[in-house]
């Protein structure tokens, strides 16, 4: 089992700049694929990023040049660097955590990011 808590979320004017962590927790496999999915009130839940335990990134065209997904394997966390956000970035974004070689695959609770002035 696995547990993932996000952190970071919250108001930020439209240009502004947020960090997500993500810290998980449990059985960790050497091998996996951290993301950040992001589900807007009515909208399906997409992926923003997403990092492989040996640093391979994928981000949404969307957030290209904008945002950047790191991560600290020694202390199990995943990071997500927001900037120029704009008020369509406004979402709950989740922690997903994907284990190849068991199948399995874990979400956080979720935080919330809202870009308003």
């Known amino acids: 089992q696995v547990h993932l808590v996000e952190s970071g979320g919250g108001l930020v004017q439209p240009g502004g700049s947020l960090r997500l962590s993500c810290a998980a927790s449990?059985?960790?496999?050497?091998?996996?694929?951290m993301g950040w999915y992001r589900q807007a009130p009515g909208k399906e839940r997409e992926l923003v990023a997403a990092?492989?335990?040996?640093?391979?990134?994928n981000y949404a065209d969307s957030v290209k040049d904008r945002f950047t997904i790191s991560r600290d394997n020694a202390k199990n966390t995943v990071y997500l660097q927001m900037n120029s956000l704009k008020p369509e970035d406004t979402a709950v974004y989740l922690c997903?955590?994907?284990?190849?070689?068991?199948?399995?695959?874990?979400w956080g609770q979720g935080t919330l990011v809202t870009v308003s002035s």
């Open positions: 997903h955590a994907k284990f190849p070689v068991s199948g399995t695959n874990y």
């Open positions: 990092i492989t335990s040996w640093g391979s990134t």
């Open positions: 449990g059985r960790m496999f050497s091998i996996n694929v």
